[in-house]
């Protein structure tokens, strides 16, 4: 699995959980499944484009800040 997938998911954990999303919640705002979101979390899988779009509106972000990295904390 790519460093950047891994990376992705982290900061994208980071999101859900500071807006106090469950992965549940998020995969329902955002269209897709929950399996999803826990494969994007652990750098198993990537989002499209769209999904992307999607995640960044639903965590009230950029698209750019989904691949920040600002600490090393998971």
């Known amino acids: 699995m790519s460093d950047i ?3 992705f998911g982290k ?3 980071r999101l859900r959980r500071n807006m106090d ?3 549940e919640d998020l ?3 955002v269209g897709v499944s929950v399996t999803f979101i826990g494969q ?3 750098g ?3 989002p499209s484009f769209e999904t992307l779009e999607k995640l960044a509106q639903v965590l009230e972000v950029e698209v750019d800040e989904l691949f920040r990295q600002r600490d090393a904390r998971p």
């Open 40 to 42: 994007m979390e652990r």
């Open 21 to 23: 999303l469950t992965q």
């Open 27 to 29: 995969a329902e705002r």
């Open 44 to 46: 198993e899988n990537a």
């Open 11 to 13: 900061r994208l954990r």
């Open 5 to 7: 997938r891994k990376k």
